[in-house]
Structures are given as structure tokens and as C-alpha cells.
């Protein structure tokens, strides 16, 4: 269970690698043998608002995309601010089997601080416009598939961790990755998650298993209670609310997912959690990371978890010469709001507009 305190602290929704790991730790100590120079870029000005196709994609993802030749202020230096935090990427993607091509809908970073027992959550909206190495300017999202595809040293976390780097000018230590079906096995696995709702949601999924093709989505505000398949369409619909809200409520799933895997009631759970995600979940913590990072979950507490989004504040709707929809972010607005990460509201109070 004390791994599991810090995997639903840092990995929360999106990685449960330490999940499984507990359970490796658990059967060790009982007797069982156990696993243990920034190149900046920036776009061209925006020209002009517009409001983006809502799941909006291109049929062109594997075509090399237009590299804008423009050149901006460059990027302030980091204040040093988050020098000594251990910086975990977490990814959730939409990789399904034999779909040679993905996205990663879900993208966050978090920032441990253990010497003062508190972490932040910084969310990365999907079309944020980044200079991808190897590729050119494109979609945030697009860049984990791409160090798949093109076997990128360390693959798509390791494209990804250099993306990051080089356009947001943030140093990432580690990472987790974890598909759609073991994001729901987890949560049904847990017995389901108590999410506190800021707005209500009602849309329309596309769904090929339904005899309409669509399948009807319904959640109302305040503490719901959520299955696995409740979860995965609460943090990827977007169509009436976009990717800043979205953000925010995946922001709130990992939150829930803390305060249900530290329930004492979780213990019998862990084998079947290592089971079901061992195949699921890729991550480069190592067996010997897991001690130090049992101690810092323990010493992180609720009310010291913040989190914040690159919201609308920080970037500018754009229309590539392609025709894609995209956001041009400032690149020291979004300094300065991971500079001061630590003063964000806590999860739980980050005020969510409703529309």
C-alpha cells in the first residue's frame, strides 16, 4: 500500500507502474525474491483568433508538416526555482492494437518536491504548436507516436522528454505511459472513484459497438462515483468544453485515484493491480528508485498537491499554412507560470468555468 500512496501522487491516472511494483516490494520483504544544451525554437506570430475543430485530426500524420521559419523572443532562463524537484512525465495515450498510429491525449507533468513535502501537477494541452526534432513543427501530441515511428533514442517518452525540454525549457527526470485499457481495468480493479465534478457534462461519444454509432455521456456536479469507462469518457470529452477544462478534470481523476489508493482497504487489491498492468505500463523508474519514493509519497499530503494548466492565458488560437489548428503558447508566460507552480491553487479548489 505505501507504494501506492506515491503512484497515485505522481502517476496517479496515467501510470500505476509502482502499483505493480508494490507489489513486487510487498513479496520481497516477505520472502519472495523481488524486481528491484536546451535548443530553443519558436513559431510564427499568430495571425488572427479562430475557434478549432472539436476532435479535429489530421489524415496526414505520417506526411512531414510545414517548419515555419519565423523567429521570436527567445526563451528567459529558468529561475532555478524547480532545480532540486523530481520531474515525472506522465502520458496517457489512445494507442489501441494493430492502430499503427496514436495520439497521447493526455499529457502532465509532475513536480516532487520532497524536501518540503509537496508536489504540482502542470497540464499540456494537446495542440500546443512545439518544434519536434526530427520533425518539424506540429502538435504536442503527435510527438510520442513520432519517436515511436522513428525510433527515436528512447523511443516516443524519450522524443518527448527532449520536446519538453527544448520548447518549455523543463528538465524531465523520469516518466510513465499508460494506454486507455489500463487507465479502466485500474479504477474498475480499485472498485471505482469518487471525483468531485465541478460542471456538468452531456455529449455524445463515438462508439462503433452501438447500433446508433454514438453512445450517450451524462455526468451531473459535484462527488460522483465512476467506473473505469465513466472515468476514461469524463477525461477525454472535450467537444463543449475544450482542452483547458478537460485538462482540469483529468487534473481531478488523479486526485481521486490518490485518495482511493490510500484507503486502507486497497492492500488486497495490489496483486490483481500488478496482473493487469504489468503489460500496460511502460516507465523508466527503476527497481531502485521505488524505497526513496515510497518515503516522499508519504510525506506529500492533500493539501500540498497544486495544479494548474497552460491555459488561454499563456497561448493564441493559429491556423498552420496546412490548415491545422493550433495553439502558438508565449514561451515566458509559461515560464513564469512553472516558476510559480508551488502558489497554484490545490487540485481540488482550481476554479473551473463552466459552460
Same mark, same amino acid.
Given at each position: 500500500?505505501?507504494?501506492?500512496?506515491?503512484?497515485?501522487?505522481?502517476?496517479?491516472?496515467?501510470?500505476?507502474?509502482?502499483?505493480?511494483?508494490?507489489?513486487?516490494?510487498?513479496?520481497?520483504?516477505?520472502?519472495?525474491?523481488?524486481?528491484?544544451?536546451?535548443?530553443?525554437?519558436?513559431?510564427?506570430?499568430?495571425?488572427?483568433?479562430?475557434?478549432?475543430?472539436?476532435?479535429?485530426?489530421?489524415?496526414?500524420?505520417?506526411?512531414?508538416?510545414?517548419?515555419?521559419?519565423?523567429?521570436?523572443?527567445?526563451?528567459?532562463?529558468?529561475?532555478?526555482?524547480?532545480?532540486?524537484?523530481?520531474?515525472?512525465?506522465?502520458?496517457?495515450?489512445?494507442?489501441?492494437?494493430?492502430?499503427?498510429?496514436?495520439?497521447?491525449?493526455?499529457?502532465?507533468?509532475?513536480?516532487?518536491?520532497?524536501?518540503?513535502?509537496?508536489?504540482?501537477?502542470?497540464?499540456?494541452?494537446?495542440?500546443?504548436?512545439?518544434?519536434?526534432?526530427?520533425?518539424?513543427?506540429?502538435?504536442?501530441?503527435?510527438?510520442?507516436?513520432? !519517436?515511436?515511428y522513428t525510433?527515436?533514442?528512447?523511443?516516443?517518452? !524519450?522524443?518527448?522528454?527532449?520536446?519538453?525540454?527544448d520548447n518549455?525549457?523543463?528538465?524531465?527526470?523520469?516518466?510513465?505511459?499508460?494506454?486507455?485499457?489500463?487507465?479502466?481495468?485500474?479504477?474498475?480493479?480499485?472498485?471505482?472513484?469518487?471525483?468531485?465534478?465541478?460542471?456538468?457534462?452531456?455529449?455524445?461519444? /463515438?462508439?462503433?459497438?452501438?447500433?446508433?454509432?454514438?453512445?450517450?455521456?451524462?455526468?451531473?456536479?459535484?462527488?460522483?462515483?465512476?467506473? !473505469?469507462?465513466?472515468?476514461?469518457?469524463?477525461?477525454?470529452?472535450?467537444?463543449?468544453?475544450?482542452?483547458?477544462?478537460?485538462?482540469?478534470?483529468?487534473?481531478?481523476?488523479?486526485?481521486?485515484?490518490?485518495?482511493?489508493?490510500?484507503?486502507?482497504?486497497?492492500?488486497?487489491?495490489?496483486?490483481?493491480?500488478?496482473?493487469?498492468?504489468?503489460?500496460?505500463?511502460?516507465?523508466?523508474?527503476?527497481?531502485?528508485?521505488?524505497? !526513496?519514493?515510497?518515503?516522499?509519497?508519504?510525506?506529500?499530503?492533500?493539501?500540498?498537491?497544486?495544479?494548474?494548466?497552460?491555459?488561454?492565458?499563456?497561448?493564441?488560437?493559429?491556423?498552420?499554412?496546412?490548415?491545422?489548428?493550433?495553439?502558438?503558447?508565449?514561451?515566458?508566460?509559461?515560464?513564469?507560470?512553472?516558476?510559480?507552480?508551488?502558489?497554484?491553487?490545490? /487540485?481540488?479548489?482550481?476554479?473551473?468555468?463552466?459552460?
Amino acid at each position: 500500500m505505501i507504494g501506492l500512496v506515491f503512484a497515485s501522487l505522481v502517476l496517479g491516472a496515467l501510470g500505476f507502474y509502482f502499483s505493480a511494483q508494490t507489489t513486487e516490494l510487498t513479496q520481497s520483504v516477505f520472502g519472495s525474491q523481488a524486481m528491484l544544451d536546451l535548443t530553443t525554437a519558436v513559431p510564427p506570430t499568430p495571425r488572427g483568433a479562430f475557434v478549432p475543430p472539436e476532435e479535429a485530426e489530421d489524415s496526414n500524420i505520417l506526411n512531414q508538416p510545414t517548419i515555419p521559419l519565423q523567429a521570436a523572443t527567445p526563451l528567459l532562463p529558468a529561475s532555478g526555482k524547480l532545480d532540486k524537484t523530481l520531474n515525472v512525465l506522465l502520458l496517457g495515450s489512445d494507442r489501441r492494437p494493430n492502430d499503427p498510429v496514436w495520439r497521447t491525449d493526455v499529457m502532465m507533468i509532475a513536480f516532487i518536491d520532497a524536501a518540503n513535502g509537496r508536489a504540482a501537477v502542470l497540464s499540456l494541452p494537446r495542440d500546443l504548436y512545439v518544434n519536434i526534432p526530427t520533425r518539424g513543427w506540429d502538435r504536442l501530441n503527435i510527438a510520442d507516436f513520432w !519517436g515511436e515511428y522513428t525510433k527515436y533514442p528512447g523511443g516516443g517518452p !524519450g522524443l518527448m522528454k527532449k520536446v519538453v525540454a527544448d520548447n518549455f525549457e523543463i528538465r524531465i527526470d523520469k516518466y510513465a505511459r499508460v494506454d486507455f485499457d489500463g487507465f479502466k481495468r485500474i479504477i474498475d480493479t480499485l472498485g471505482g472513484i469518487d471525483v468531485n465534478v465541478p460542471c456538468e457534462i452531456e455529449d455524445d461519444f /463515438i462508439d462503433a459497438s452501438s447500433p446508433t454509432g454514438f453512445r450517450h455521456f451524462q455526468v451531473d456536479a459535484g462527488m460522483q462515483h465512476m467506473d !473505469g469507462d465513466t472515468a476514461l469518457m469524463f477525461v477525454r470529452q472535450r467537444h463543449n468544453t475544450g482542452d483547458v477544462s478537460r485538462a482540469q478534470r483529468q487534473q481531478r481523476v488523479l486526485y481521486a485515484l490518490r485518495e482511493k489508493i490510500m484507503s486502507p482497504n486497497i492492500v488486497p487489491k495490489i496483486p490483481a493491480l500488478y496482473q493487469q498492468l504489468q503489460d500496460t505500463v511502460q516507465t523508466d523508474f527503476g527497481p531502485l528508485d521505488l524505497p !526513496g519514493l515510497i518515503q516522499i509519497g508519504t510525506n506529500v499530503k492533500p493539501g500540498n498537491i497544486r495544479g494548474r494548466v497552460v491555459d488561454e492565458t499563456m497561448w493564441n488560437f493559429w491556423t498552420t499554412p496546412d490548415g491545422k489548428s493550433v495553439l502558438v503558447f508565449d514561451k515566458n508566460k509559461v515560464r513564469a507560470a512553472v516558476d510559480d507552480l508551488f502558489n497554484a491553487p490545490t /487540485i481540488e479548489e482550481s476554479k473551473v468555468v463552466c459552460q
